[in-house]
């Protein structure tokens, strides 16, 4: 016997794999089962990805015609039927192109109503985001006005005594009230 023979007795054919059992796949979710046991046998190995079916182009009419057809006697019984198939090529490539003109008038109206909304979009946020503008400039007077005003009253208030700015401040806050009231329902 030869050298490159194996264990199953068959000359040339290395056993380095193991021999997997056929199992016949009985429903769909078991055949992708199977797919993906296969797939992941060896990650390594890239999984095959079939290219996106090209779309059909229906054949371009001939530049030159050879053999027109008349209205004139004497065709033969086998002329009728190269013309119909010349008409029934003829208005497959005129149903493609409208087919094709259609899609693209299609996709032009997506494409303006896109852009249309996309405007429309940014013409609210700017005007949102001037009226948060706004609110934070008025925030920000409110702000300053009511600094001046705490600057202005510390400024008097230090000119006088200092006991009655004391006992002022403890009646505020006694006077103030919680402005909310736990446990209570």
């Given at each position: 016997?030869?050298?490159?023979?194996?264990?199953?007795?068959?000359?040339?054919?290395?056993?380095?794999?193991?021999?997997?059992?056929?199992?016949?796949?009985?429903?769909?979710?078991?055949?992708?089962?199977?797919?993906?046991?296969?797939?992941?046998?060896?990650?390594?190995?890239?999984?095959?990805?079939?290219?996106?079916?090209?779309?059909?182009?229906?054949?371009?009419?001939?530049?030159f015609?050879?053999?027109?057809?008349?209205?004139?006697?004497?065709?033969?019984?086998?002329e009728?039927?190269?013309?119909?198939?010349?008409?029934?090529?003829?208005?497959?490539?005129?149903?493609?192109l409208?087919?094709?003109?259609?899609?693209?008038?299609?996709?032009?109206?997506?494409?303006?109503?896109?852009?249309?909304?996309?405007q429309?979009?940014?013409?609210?946020?700017?005007?949102?985001?001037k009226?948060r503008?706004k609110?934070k400039?008025k925030?920000?007077m409110?702000?300053?006005?009511?600094?001046?005003?705490?600057n202005?009253?510390?400024?008097?208030?230090?000119s006088?005594?200092?006991?009655?700015?004391?006992q002022?401040?403890?009646?505020?806050?006694?006077?103030?009230?919680?402005?909310?009231?736990?446990?209570?329902?």
């Amino acid at each position: 016997m030869s050298a490159t023979r194996e264990k199953d007795g068959r000359p040339g054919k290395p056993s380095g794999k193991e021999s997997q059992p056929l199992i016949i796949a009985k429903t769909p979710a078991e055949e992708q089962r199977l797919k993906l046991e296969r797939l992941m046998r060896n990650p390594d190995k890239p999984a095959p990805i079939p290219d996106r079916p090209k779309e059909w182009n229906p054949r371009a009419p001939p530049e030159f015609v050879r053999d027109v057809m008349g209205s004139s006697a004497g065709a033969g019984s086998g002329e009728f039927h190269v013309y119909r198939h010349l008409r029934r090529r003829e208005y497959q490539r005129q149903d493609f192109l409208d087919k094709m003109t259609e899609k693209q008038k299609m996709d032009l109206d997506y494409l303006d109503k896109v852009s249309d909304n996309q405007q429309v979009a940014d013409e609210r946020t700017a005007k949102r985001r001037k009226k948060r503008e706004k609110l934070k400039q008025k925030k920000l007077m409110a702000k300053k006005a009511k600094q001046e005003a705490n600057n202005v009253e510390d400024s008097e208030k230090s000119s006088s005594s200092g006991e009655e700015d004391d006992q002022e401040r403890e009646a505020e806050d006694d006077a103030e009230a919680p402005s909310f009231v736990m446990g209570k329902r």
